[in-house]
């Protein structure tokens, strides 16, 4: 059979992985695929660097829409990134009859059911393992290892950047702003990383991942997101004390009113595996009611890995290119007209309906009384204490100082009552400066 012919758009860092790989792999690959597969389109903005990635044999364009105008051409590869022309080109490509590879999980988590709903009428796919956790088979895991599950929780550091920079306030005791400085200058955080390090890259994968796993459509704007700007040196070093790590966390669980999506920073007991994903590693732990807990860990980032998932994907549609649209894997692992509807039986809760445990860190006036004042609150809200933790007040202020750190521990608490006893603490007198408010999880 002739090989399945593959058009690239954009080719940066991961693009040049997938054309190097596929060209070492080759032999094994089209031995999986049961035929070959060629990327014999390019198109880049910068035609040189692209000419100079792939050599003279390849067709180099700077005009992406060329190549989902070739009728030869099965598969695009979408690596442009972002909602703007990625958008426009991967539904012109659908409209085409092309399927589509994608790595781009902000396209995926905000316009997926467009994009999805166009690709199942067109009778094509579109295969985004690269999106979540690069090259860490995740989406496969969700959608098929793991299909005899009913899935009741997924907790991953998907994001690498940030987690880098945990690890590094965390063994050198710095502040956010120091590292994340070294971490650009390092070229493991963005010029811009914004995305990064305000949680959302971590909340587009990780709404990818609660569609697939709950069978619900991919809803990204309801997402609560958070991310790692506001952590303290001191927080890191007090949960620590306490026996966890802080890691930025992409959460989806299944509650008995919906489900949980959300990203924020949470305290992991240190002896959990996930606790000690360090630098920019990912990790995924997805617990199943049948398999019980499994981890995934790997890269997340960078050419080859995500250019594994690519792959992967391209590998997986030579199989199926033939095959009825209807024996195809799922686009998001359930039947389409089996999606709960947005607000039906599985909506997404609003944070203040989530429950989970906390770490509070109050500072207040080393005097007689506060800790008894802050404790009522908490037990007259109904917000059971696991453990507290009270500093010496020379170890937080120097000599002398009159102000201590106080770190409460929570038991599972709705998050909307921990908001109102927040708000009575922080109108305490003694209590000195806005309160830190971290989420924890046991993952047990
Ligand atoms: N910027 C991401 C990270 C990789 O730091 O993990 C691509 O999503």
Redesign the pocket.
């Known amino acids: 059979m002739k090989p399945i012919q593959v058009g690239l758009l954009g080719i940066g860092t991961v693009g040049s992985g997938v054309f190097n790989v596929l060209a070492r792999n080759q032999d094994e690959i089209s031995r999986r695929a049961g035929r070959g597969i060629e990327i014999t389109m390019v198109a880049d903005l910068d035609v040189d660097r692209a000419r100079a990635a792939v050599g003279a044999d390849i067709q180099v364009v700077n005009d992406a829409r060329a190549i989902i105008a070739n009728p030869d051409i099965d598969i695009v590869i979408e690596l442009i990134g972002g909602y703007g022309i990625a958008r426009a080109l991967v539904l012109e490509a659908i409209a085409a009859g092309k399927h589509v590879v994608t790595?781009n999980?902000a396209l995926l988590a905000v316009h997926g059911t467009e994009i999805f709903a166009a690709a199942s009428a067109k009778g094509v796919m579109v295969a985004f393992e690269a999106?979540v956790?690069?090259g860490i088979p995740i989406i496969k895991a969700l959608r098929e290892g793991l299909t005899a599950n009913r899935i009741q929780w997924i907790a991953g550091i998907?994001?690498?950047?940030?987690?880098?920079i945990l690890s590094e306030m965390r063994s050198k005791g710095l502040d956010f702003d120091v590292v994340l400085k070294e971490a650009q200058r390092l070229g493991?955080?963005?010029a811009d990383?914004t995305?990064?390090i305000e949680g959302v890259?971590?909340a587009?994968?990780v709404t990818l991942m609660s569609a697939i796993a709950f069978g619900i459509p991919v809803q990204f704007d309801k997402a609560y997101v958070e991310g790692i700007t506001k952590l303290g040196a001191a927080d890191i070093k007090y949960a620590e004390q306490l026996g966890y790590r802080i890691k930025l966390l992409g959460i989806t669980k299944r509650a008995d009113k919906g489900i949980e999506l959300r990203v924020h920073p949470s305290l992991v007991p240190s002896k959990r595996l996930i606790a000690n994903v360090e630098g920019?590693m990912?990790a995924v732990v997805v617990q199943g009611d049948a398999v019980g807990t499994t981890l995934y860990y790997g890269k997340?980032?960078g050419s080859e890995p995500?250019a594994s998932a690519v792959i992967a994907d391209l590998v997986d549609i030579t199989r199926l290119a033939t095959a009825d649209p209807e024996h195809r894997v799922p686009h998001l692992a359930f039947q389409a007209n089996t999606l709960t509807d947005a607000m039906g039986t599985l909506p997404v809760l609003p944070m203040s309906e989530v429950v989970t445990s906390y770490y509070l860190r109050l500072r207040v006036a080393d005097q007689a009384g506060v800790l008894a004042k802050v404790t009522g609150l908490l037990a007259e809200a109904g917000v059971s204490i696991d453990a507290v933790l009270q500093r010496e007040a020379d170890e937080v202020g120097g000599e002398g100082s009159t102000q201590t750190d106080l770190i409460i521990l929570t038991h599972d608490t709705r998050e909307g009552t921990m908001d109102a006893v927040i708000a009575q603490m922080q109108a305490l007198p003694t209590v000195l400066a806005p309160i830190t408010r971290i989420r924890k999880e046991e993952l047990n």
């Open positions: 790595a999980k999106a956790a690069g998907i994001n690498g950047t940030t987690n880098f493991y955080a963005e990383p995305f990064d890259d971590a587009h994968k920019a990912n997340g980032a995500t």
